[in-house]
């Protein structure tokens, strides 16, 4: 009842990666990708804080401080979000009626 092949549907050594991803990945020092990542995830967070600083500051200063979780929860985390904010978006918000 056998046909010969293995359960894999054919493809023999299928747990083992592939020789020429095997030897890309022993060029790769096993800590460079997840440092590199971390580096990526920690620059990307602080755009994200400095955006919403500036957000806060925006509107602190036009006497609005207690909507900024408002506009950030809702993706005004940033000027540039914040400054193609229309009047529906404020409605949608609920800072506007």
């Not at 046909?3 to 747990?15: E, H, L, M, N």
């Not at 609005?64 to 904010?85: Q, T």
Request: with cysteine.
């Amino acid at each position: 009842a056998g046909s010969g092949r293995p359960p894999s549907g054919g493809r023999r050594g299928a747990s083992s990666p592939a020789p020429a991803l095997t030897s890309f990945l022993g060029d790769v020092a096993p800590a460079a990708a997840p440092t590199a990542a971390a580096s990526a995830l920690k620059a990307a967070l602080e755009v994200q804080q400095s955006g919403e600083q500036e957000v806060a500051v925006f509107l602190s200063e036009a006497g609005l401080d207690r909507y900024v979780s408002v506009f950030i929860d809702n993706g005004f985390d940033c000027m540039e979000a914040v400054e193609e904010m229309t009047e529906e978006h404020m409605k949608e918000i609920g800072v506007a009626t």
